[in-house]
């Protein structure tokens, strides 16, 4: 059906003119249903038209459907919205729109810029990429987002090393710090015994010099001792005979009565 | 080898003295060391001199010696008044350690030896337990070095007229605390012993009293220093009254004045000269009434003893020698009196030259007490004074056979273990 200028075609027929417009056209492959679902999850799958791939970019086509009902430059808007969300998944986003429709009126070419979201559109069966996606851009951004993420997260996890290796310096030093106070403590006895030893040294430079005193007494002890009795283990009595008696023991009467006691 | 000359050759004699102990086998004279002990206290101090022992005697004590609290702690003189206390174990101590060193000094290595026959001295009041102690300690010391082969013990008044070769005599024994009164007729006997509880020690305090009168209170507390004033001041009078007068009238002759040598101590005595006297007549007749005035002070002499009488503590030596020889038998108390014999260092006292009119010796005083009870006795200070008793010990450990047994009635013999 055509009213002002403009074929509406059923949904599914505009995906089939489309797709044969890129494949044909552009050399672009059309992934199938399930492929997309796989690569990019069941919501992408759902929400995007055609997912097409051109060398390693991949691109996406949003087809509105376009009835009298919403022909307006808001419902543009939103799927304009709506694609600008995926200039970060995909390399390129396109929306289908009408030949017709793709006027100042309703299109604002620098608002599709700064989406970097491309159009194209169709008129009596013919398709052709009325304005090119920029998303390569959007893409490089993106890119550098995902670097960033990556870097992000080799970040985190030098991050996660890093707190585990401060976490295990955090251990050692705990460990460090013990030991501290273990050597600490160790040097504090040190240097009181090593006050204790100088007293020790002290007490025993004293004995010493007792120790010195004393034996020069004992030496003079025994010098004395030598006087005061001649002669002592090697000494031998000499046996007294009545002639060589003491004195005390010459003439006296108690001998003659001691010797009679019984 | 024979009996009797074996006896002759290893006969070892012990004077227990009050100051000192003397001992050693047969010859001219003993070895002398205080009959004292030190015992060591501080581990410490054993540890530094290199000593297992904690008792000390003979000369080497004086290496020994601490503080003052230390020394009157420590340092034991076991015999007070010739008397050890039976529970006295330190003293008993020092008696056994002061007997084996000087056993162990005259150590023998020949072959003949089998050990001294040992005669020890007592005071003649010692009682029963002590002989059984001394015979204990030998025995002991003999298990433990051989040196011993018999013990017998005597009374110092008897070796005192042994070595005096006198066999019948009255022996008056005269020391620091006591003076004993010993008849002898061929043994001691016993029941006429006299003990006054006097001696040097009042000669002492009445010393240290005149220094306090003079104005020297605080040499008065000086023990070393007023007995070294006692003996160089000190005088006998012949008679008190007289020699008092003397002296008042006379300060000039009999004062007296003396610096201890090495110090700057000195005493003089000029318008008190006259109590030199009392020093000398206190030990002899302190019933004068002129120490009346000194017990008055707390100054008391305690009561002596004669057998089981007492003896009243100020009775006049001439009356306590008396009362002693009153107690033997009649027919030799004459031949007693003739031959009293004075021992001991209270007995000591020197007559300066141009006193001899109002001072004498010991020998006169005691002849002049007696010569108020009618009795002429002949009274002589001891051959040897120092080593009377040792010489006693000796000539007995040489005459008594070997094979008397020692009897406790007669306290004689030898006591024997081997």
């Not at chain 2, 010859?27 to 002990?37: L, V, Y």
């Not at chain 2, 010796?361 to 002949?378: N, S």
Request: a neutral charge; hydrophobic letters at 40%; one cysteine or more.
């Amino acid at each position: 059906m055509e009213m002002n200028g403009v074929i509406f075609f059923s949904k599914e027929k505009l995906i089939e003119v489309i797709s044969n417009f890129l494949k044909n056209k552009r050399g672009w492959l059309i992934l199938s249903k399930s492929d997309v679902e796989r690569a990019y999850g069941k919501n992408i799958a759902e929400e995007i038209d055609l997912v097409c791939k051109d060398g390693q970019n991949t691109i996406f086509i949003i087809i509105p459907r376009w009835t009298r009902k919403n022909y307006s430059k808001s419902y543009f808007l939103t799927y304009l919205a709506k694609a600008a969300t995926y200039t970060g998944i995909a390399d390129k986003v396109y929306i289908v729109l009408p030949k017709s429709l793709f006027t100042p009126r309703y299109v604002d070419g620098n608002l599709l810029k700064e989406c970097g979201v491309g159009v194209i559109t169709y008129f009596s069966g013919r398709v052709e990429e009325a304005f090119p996606s920029f998303s390569l851009t959007y893409k490089s951004r993106f890119s550098d987002f995902s670097s960033i993420r990556n870097k992000i997260k080799e970040l985190e996890n030098k991050v996660a090393i890093i707190t585990d290796e401060v976490s295990l310096m955090k251990s050692h030093l705990e460990k460090l710090d013990n030991i501290i106070q273990e050597l600490e403590a160790k040097i504090s006895k040190i240097s009181e015994s090593a006050v204790n030893s100088r007293k020790y040294s002290e007490i025993i430079e004293k004995l010493e010099f007792l120790e010195r005193n004393v034996a020069y007494l004992k030496q003079k002890a025994i010098e004395k001792s030598i006087d005061l009795s001649d002669i002592r283990e090697d000494i031998k009595l000499k046996e007294t005979t009545e002639t060589e008696l003491p004195d005390y023991l010459v003439d006296n009467p108690w001998l003659k009565v001691l010797r009679k006691r019984r | 080898m024979e009996v009797e000359r074996y006896k002759r050759k290893y006969s070892f004699g012990e004077d227990y003295g009050t100051r000192f102990y003397k001992f050693g086998p047969i010859r001219e004279k003993p070895d002398i060391i205080e009959n004292a002990g030190y015992f060591i206290e501080d581990s410490l101090i054993k540890r530094l001199y290199g000593i297992d022992k904690d008792l000390i005697v003979g000369p080497e004590y004086r290496d020994y010696l601490g503080t003052k609290e230390e020394v009157q702690r420590n340092l034991v003189y076991p015999m007070k008044d010739g008397i050890i206390a039976k529970e006295d174990e330190r003293a008993w101590r020092v008696i056994y350690e002061v007997t084996k060193y000087g056993l162990t000094r005259y150590k023998l290595m020949e072959s003949e030896f089998k050990g001294y026959c040992v005669t020890a001295a007592l005071s003649a009041v010692a009682p029963n337990y002590m002989y059984e102690k001394i015979f204990e300690i030998h025995e002991k010391i003999d298990e433990e070095t051989g040196l011993v082969r018999a013990v017998s013990v005597i009374p110092q008044p008897l070796a005192v007229a042994i070595a005096n070769k006198e066999t019948k005599c009255v022996v008056v024994e005269s020391g620091h605390g006591n003076t004993q009164i010993c008849p002898i007729s061929l043994r001691a006997i016993s029941d006429a012993i006299a003990v006054l509880n006097r001696g040097g020690a009042e000669a002492d305090m009445i010393t240290a009293e005149i220094l306090r009168d003079a104005g020297y209170a605080d040499l008065a507390r000086e023990e070393t220093v007023v007995r070294r004033i006692k003996e160089m001041i000190g005088l006998i009078p012949i008679d008190l009254d007289k020699a008092i007068k003397e002296a008042k009238s006379d300060p000039e002759k009999y004062k007296v004045s003396y610096r201890f040598p090495g110090t700057t101590i000195k005493i003089e005595l000029e318008k008190e000269a006259w109590m030199r006297f009392l020093i000398g007549e206190i030990v002899f007749n302190p019933s004068h009434e002129i120490f009346a005035s000194y017990y008055k002070r707390g100054f008391a002499i305690r009561e002596g003893r004669l057998g089981d009488d007492i003896l009243p503590g100020e009775i006049d030596l001439g009356e306590a020698i008396v009362r002693s020889v009153e107690k033997v038998s009649l027919e030799i108390q004459e031949e007693v009196y003739r031959k009293i014999i004075l021992s001991g260092g209270n007995f000591m006292w020197k007559v300066p030259s141009g006193l001899e009119d109002v001072a004498c010796g010991a020998p006169t005083k005691v002849r002049l007490l007696l010569k108020k009870f009618d009795i002429e006795a002949g009274v002589k200070l001891t051959v040897d004074p120092q080593y009377a008793v040792w010489k006693g010990c000796i000539v007995w450990s040489v005459a008594v056979p070997l094979d008397y047994e020692w009897s406790w009635e007669k306290r004689e013999g030898w006591y024997k273990w081997r």
